[in-house]
Structures are given as C-alpha cells and as structure tokens.
C-alpha cells in the first residue's frame, strides 16, 4: 500500500486494540465533573475528545506526540542547508508516532509532490469569484471544488467495507495536503500579484515550494514557511478547527467536507483569522502614533486606550496556556536570528515586554502572555507580505497537517458520530429546583 500506510496502519492497529481493552476494563470509570458554568461558557476544560497527534499542556504548551516545540526543531529533518524543521517530518510524526529518518522524510515530499495535481475546474471556480472575496473565502471554496477528486465519497457510494474507511480518508488526506499549497498560492497571486502566477518547482519541498509559488525566493522566508507549517500545524483537539473537523468527519464526510468546515471555524476572528488582527492593530498604533517604531511608554499608552474601549490587545491570552506561548518564543528565536534590527519585529518585543503587566494589573485575566498569533505577522512583513487578510491562508494550510492526520486516526480507530446531549435552560432551572435530574442519573 506505501511505506507510510503500512506504518500507520500497523501502528492504528495497535492502539485499537489497546483502546478496546482499555474499554473493556475501564469503561464504566468516570472522568472528571462537568460544572453548570461549563455547559453554558463554551464547554471549557471539559474532557470530551481523544486526540492522538498533540497534547496541549497549560504550563509547558503544545507537544506533538510527547515532542515541544524546541525539542522539535532540534530532531525533525531539515531542508539541506537549512535549521528549520520540514513540515513532513511532523506530518509523519502525528501519523505514526515516532521521529521519521530523513529518508522517510524526503519518501513523503516525493509523494506529496507527486500527489500535487490540481484539476482545472477547481481553478475556474477561484476564477468565477470576485477577486475582492476574503482569502479565506476563496480557499475553502477552492476545497470545496476539490472534493470532487474525493476517493472516499466513491467508494462510499460504490458500497465500501467499513474497515476501509481508514485508508479512502488516508489517501483523500495525503492528496488534499499535496494539492493545498498550489491553491493558496493560485489565490496570493490572484488576489495580490495581478493573476501572475508561478507553477510549482518539483523538486522543492512542500514548504519550500509553497513558498516559491507565492513569489518568495529568499531562502530565509522558505526556512520561515517551513516554521511556520510546523508550528501552526495542530494544538490537539478542542479547538474550533480540528474539532470541526473531526465532528464533521464522524458523519463520515470526506476529507474535502471535514476540513473545508473547519477552515471555516479557522476564518473566525476568535480563532485563526486573530493572526491579521494582530499586524492590523499594530499597524494602526503606528499610525495614530505617527512612528514605526513606538517606545514602550507609546505603547503602554496605546493599549490602555485599547482596554478603555473595551477591545482586546489581539495576539495576547489563550484558552488553556498560562505562559508565553512556545510557539511565539520559536518565532522571537527565529526573529532574532534573521532579522534583529527589524522596526516592526522590535516592536513586537516591544509589546511583550509592555503588555503582560498591564493585563495582569487587571486582575482579571488568567493569561495575560502572548499566543502565536502575535508574533506571526511581523516576520512575515519584513519579507514584504503585507497582504495580513491573507495570513489566515497561511495558517489553514498548516493546519491541515493535524486536523487532516487526526481524521486518519477518527477512521482507523471507528470513532463513533459525535453527538453529545443538550439541555434547555428551563430544563436546568427545573433541576436547580430539584424537580428533575438533568444528567439522568
């Protein structure tokens, strides 16, 4: 079947087995109480999920499959001359669950590279939308014009066993993510570059030639797309886009529909699109400050004025994470690196330095440190991407390494169709009451 599938459903095979025995023995075990204020404020910390590729911790941040961010860029194979890991190798890593060799590696660009193709339709589909439609929009309809190359939707219709739901998802995954960077890049160049576009280079790797298509040739900004693919590539399974996707996918919708719902959870501005709040809110403060570069009292000023008017300071705060954020610290690293004298990116550290004690004279706020998000778009623009509604693409693209290998586990494991059980608030009065019991026990 391939190096990969024969690896991934070994190891799926594996942790069946174990998931059953676990079931057979522990089933009945409870986990955790569920509190009123959870139900009605977005089901926080309630365990509901199982998500094998990442694991995110409060204090030590996003591991993907026991591995950190530092430890990744450490192990995973690089491109030759380069320090950032390739997106490939923790592609692999989430499928399988171990560190691939560089071989196996360089096996998956090859494939990726050969499953890269994109039908013509899907590109007159792009076509036929108005060029001023949100990156985002183009993108998922551009998937969604996709889903007619979907093996799983034929085979399901032809009469499939249910023990091969796995490998049509696997198959539609690994095309999907081949094919994702040539249509990011048809839409940059639609949209930004008067329709001039560049064809893929074949021998580049996924990240790389992403990169290349968009119309970027400068070896750091390629070392930076294959950073930013890793980092931004799953954050286990709560979030609004994995776990739309993988509810869409327990109704056994193909990959095109799973991952096309969740880009759209992505485009949210509490979710993915908050990586163009960012530089815009910057940019913004520049203005109104006239300078590129605010000192840390202008900036203190600026996000008192913010809070005032009762907006947020976008890039800071996070859900679960309760220190500054390790994907941020990877993009400060590589700033530093690449790019320390950059107005922008110092502004940036700038505001890290500024923000976290204003938030935290507040009171208020659990997390008062910056997330992903707010480092992002400031590597980007130094490379001349300025285009910030763009940037969600970005992270879309990176984000279907996860949600799209964590579909693979849904199918090999047979996860059941997600449907959990709601309530009425009349219905929860009546049980504060003590007239009826909710829960059913």
């Keep these: 079947m391939g190096i990969i599938k024969d690896t991934f459903k070994a ?18 075990k409870v986990i955790g109480e569920v509190q009123l204020s959870q139900i009605y404020q977005g089901m926080r910390g309630m365990t509901g999920l199982v998500t094998e590729t990442s694991l995110l911790d409060a204090q030590e941040g996003i591991r993907f499959r026991g591995y950190s961010i530092p430890e990744l860029r450490e192990k995973l194979a690089k491109a030759p001359g380069g320090s950032e890991p390739l997106p490939e190798g923790l592609f692999h890593l989430m499928l399988v669950g171990k560190l691939p060799k560089d071989e196996e590696v360089n096996y998956l660009t090859s494939v990726w590279q050969r499953r890269s193709h994109v039908p013509n339709h899907v590109f007159a589909t792009i076509e036929a939308l108005p060029v001023s439609a949100h990156p985002m929009t183009q993108f998922v309809i551009a998937v969604m014009a996709l889903q007619t190359e979907s093996q799983f939707a034929k085979k399901y219709a032809a009469g499939m066993n249910k023990k091969d739901y796995w490998e049509a998802v696997f198959d539609d995954s690994m095309d999907l993510i081949a094919r994702l960077p ?31 298509m968009m119309g970027y040739e400068d070896e750091s900004f390629k070392e930076l797309m294959r950073l930013y693919m890793t980092i931004h590539a799953d954050h286990e399974g709560g979030n609004v886009s994995a776990h739309t996707t993988h509810l869409v996918g327990s109704a ?12 759209n959870g992505l485009a949210g501005p509490l979710h993915g699109l908050a990586n163009q709040e960012v530089i815009k809110w910057i940019f913004e403060m520049q203005a109104e400050l006239n300078t590129d570069a605010p000192t840390k009292d202008q900036i203190a000023d600026y996000v008192k004025k913010t809070l005032s008017e ?14 500054t954020d390790p ?14 004298d950059d107005p922008l990116v110092k502004t940036v550290w700038n505001i890290y330095e500024t923000v976290p004690p204003i938030l935290q004279s507040i009171g208020k706020i659990k997390n008062p440190w910056p997330n992903v998000d707010a480092h992002s778009g400031a590597l980007l623009v130094h490379y001349g991407m300025v285009e910030y509604e763009y940037y969600t693409v970005l992270f879309a693209v990176s984000r279907a390494l996860g949600v799209l290998a964590s579909l693979c586990w849904d199918r090999a494991l047979g996860l059941a169709l997600e449907r959990p059980k709601s309530v009425t608030t009349d219905l929860v009065k009546t049980w504060l009451d003590g007239k009826d019991n909710i829960w059913g026990e």
């Design 310 to 323: 009762g907006k947020v300071v976008p890039g800071y705060g996070h859900a679960v994470l309760r220190k």
């Design 11 to 28: 190891k799926a095979d594996q942790v069946s087995a174990e998931i059953k025995e676990l079931l057979k023995v522990h089933g009945n």
């Design 327 to 340: 994907r941020f610290e990877a993009q400060m690293a590589f700033g530093k690196k690449h790019m320390p």
């Design 252 to 263: 056994l919708s193909d990959p095109y529909l799973s991952y096309a719902s969740g880009m």
């Design 182 to 212: 040539r249509v990011a890049a048809y839409i940059y160049r639609r949209k930004y570059k008067n329709g001039e576009h560049i064809q893929p280079n074949g021998l580049l790797d996924w990240a790389g030639n992403y990169a290349h």
